[in-house]
Structures are given as structure tokens and as C-alpha cells.
């Protein structure tokens, strides 16, 4: 058996779905025997990753399955090892910074409690 990151596209309906767009991209880690399996068992349990829920308005909230967005082969699974990469192109770098300096804080803060 070999393990591959599976990228899992998921659009995110909330209610009637009267809202701004929203799309999920979720990278998973597979096991199976090979890429084709690793795509049917992807798509297969996809409808099961993300169970629906409702919202604090007591909107049901649903993650429907769009498709996969790609799928590596992951080597060996190790400290360090890459599962996932994206390059983006922000409009202001600053603005992109101050962003990822809250979201940096907020993890730490998280961590705190996980101790």
C-alpha cells in the first residue's frame, strides 16, 4: 500500500445558499494500492469527510463534493515531508503579511490550551 495526497474540492452551502461563494480545498492523505484507487476511495468517501452541521442562525451547513483538483504520490511519510503546496500572487504583500502575522498569533494562542 502506498500513500498519496489527494486534493478534495468541496463547495460550502450554508442554508439556501444565499450567500457569497465559498469553496474548500482540502488535501487528504490516502492510502491504497495505487493512484486510481487512491482517486475512487477519495471520491468515494468524500461525502463522509466533512459531516453537515448547523450554523450558530440554525442554518444547516453542507459541504457538497465537487471533484479532485490533483493527486502525488507521497514517497515516505516523515517529518517535513511536503503533502501540499500553492503559490500566491496577493495584491499587496503587506496586506498579506499583517495576515499571516494574526493567523501566527492565533495558532500560538491555540497551542497554549493543547499543552
Not at 81 to 109: A, C, F, G, M, W
Request: charged share 20%.
Amino acid at each position: 500500500m502506498k500513500w498519496f495526497a489527494v486534493n478534495c474540492i468541496f463547495q460550502v452551502i450554508c442554508g439556501a445558499g444565499k450567500h457569497a461563494p465559498q469553496i474548500n480545498e482540502q488535501t487528504r492523505l490516502i492510502q491504497a494500492g495505487g493512484q486510481l484507487e487512491a482517486l475512487d476511495k477519495a471520491r468515494l468517501n468524500a461525502v463522509n469527510f466533512n459531516p453537515p452541521f448547523n450554523n450558530c442562525k440554525g442554518e444547516k451547513v453542507v459541504w457538497k463534493f465537487i471533484g479532485v483538483g490533483g493527486i502525488s504520490a507521497v514517497e515516505e511519510l516523515a517529518d517535513g515531508v511536503e503533502i501540499s503546496s500553492s503559490i500566491v500572487e496577493p495584491e499587496s504583500v503587506d496586506q498579506y503579511l499583517e495576515k499571516l502575522k494574526h493567523r501566527n498569533q492565533s495558532l500560538t494562542n491555540q497551542n497554549r490550551f493543547d499543552n
